[in-house]
Every structure is written in C-alpha cells, then in structure tokens.
C-alpha cells in the first residue's frame, strides 16, 4: 500500500491550499482516512479524520471552520483543503489510513496502518 500526498507549497497568511493523498496498491473505501501534520521539535499532531462509514467527520479544534477533509472513493484520493491559512499551519502533512479505527481512536496517529511520506506547507506574513 503507499500513499501519496502532493499539494504542499509557500503561500501567504490568508491563501488556500488543497492537499490530495492517492493511494495505490489498497481501496480507502472502507478505510477511516485523516491528515495529521508536524513542526520542527513538535509532536505529529492531528488534524482532521472522516470515519470509515462516513458518518463522522473530526477537526482538530486549531483549524475547525478553515479546513475541510474529503474523499473521493471513485479516485481513491483524499483531500484537504485549507483555507485561511496562518502562520502557525507550517508544517509538513501526512496522510494516513487505517482500518480498524473506533470513533473515539480517530485523533491517534497509532491507530493508523498506513502513511504518506509528506507534503510541506510554509505559510509566511
């Protein structure tokens, strides 16, 4: 299985991005998929999840309102698209899949199987 995540970039305080994580070799369609995202001499922390039913959806409380997770099963892709971006957003992204997630494991970066490599996202003034 791999991930590939792609979209990363330099932007201003205030632009958008949209990341997209392809997966080959497994369907996500069952999966409960998320971004997570780490700084230099932080934690990987999490950002946002859909359930694998897509009956829920999770945001860190950090970006809730600015970014939005999505998946296109047909694609086998999912995406995050971030809005109203700030400076404190700089980070590398990962995207991650997993399939024996509980609601309550959604936030856990052990609960996943499966890892993109990461994209960078500088946000400057």
């Known amino acids: 299985v791999q991930l590939q995540a792609s979209g990363g970039g330099l932007v201003q305080a205030g632009d958008s991005l949209r990341l997209s994580c392809a997966a080959s070799?497994?369907?996500?369609?069952?999966?409960?998929v998320a971004w997570f995202r780490q700084s230099p001499g932080k934690e990987r922390e999490f950002v946002a999840a859909?359930?694998?039913?897509?009956?829920?959806?999770n945001y860190a409380d950090s970006v809730k309102g600015r970014f939005t997770i999505s998946r296109d099963n047909a694609k086998n892709t999912i995406y995050l698209q971030m809005n109203s971006l700030k400076t404190e957003d700089t980070a590398v992204y990962y995207c991650?899949?997993?399939?024996?997630?509980?609601?309550?494991?959604?936030?856990?970066?052990?609960?996943?199987?499966?890892w993109g490599q990461g994209t960078q996202v500088t946000v400057s003034l």
């Open positions: 991650a899949a997993g399939s024996r997630l509980i609601l309550s494991t959604m936030g856990l970066s052990s609960a996943y199987d499966y």
């Open positions: 070799g497994r369907t996500l369609r069952r999966d409960t």
């Open positions: 859909i359930f694998r039913s897509g009956s829920s959806y």
